[in-house]
Nanobody, 124 residues
Framework: QVQLVESGGGLVQAGGSLRLSCAASGGTFSSYAMGWFRQAPGKAREFVAGISRSGASTNYGDSVKGRFTISRDNTKNTVYLQMNSLKLEDTAVYSC?????????????????WGQGAQVTVSS
């Protein structure tokens, strides 16, 4: 059983930056590809970014390409999401998730483990 805990959310002005962290415990972190998803009120969950088990492969949702960067440190059992040039529409609850699939999928159903989520609010 893998437990995931996000941190680093908060309130930021448009154009600013935040870095989210997701700490994993209870499993072999390097055995899981990791993903970040977000969900805004009244909207469907959206894939944000994914990273393979080794960190060699990453993929991003179209709305965040060029602004967000996902990375991982397998020695610290942690995955990160660096968010730059934040926009109002980036406001959402951001959750990390773990999957045993080698390459992080963009759909949410292959992910077996989820964190509780971190609120990110971008203000004008």
């Amino acid at each position: 059983q893998v437990q995931l805990v996000e941190s680093g959310g908060g309130l930021v002005q448009a154009g600013g930056s935040l870095r989210l962290s997701c700490a994993a415990s209870g499993g072999t972190f390097s055995s899981y590809a990791m993903g970040w998803f977000r969900q805004a009120p009244g909207k469907a969950r959206e894939f944000v970014a994914g990273i393979s088990r080794s960190g060699a492969s990453t993929n991003y949702g179209d709305s965040v390409k060029g602004r967000f960067t996902i990375s991982r440190d397998n020695t610290k059992n942690t995955v990160y999401l660096q968010m730059n040039s934040l926009k109002l529409e980036d406001t959402a609850v951001y959750s990390c998730a773990a999957t045993s699939v080698i390459i992080a999928p963009t759909r949410d159903y292959p992910y077996s483990y989820w964190g509780q989520g971190a609120q990110v609010t971008v203000s004008s």
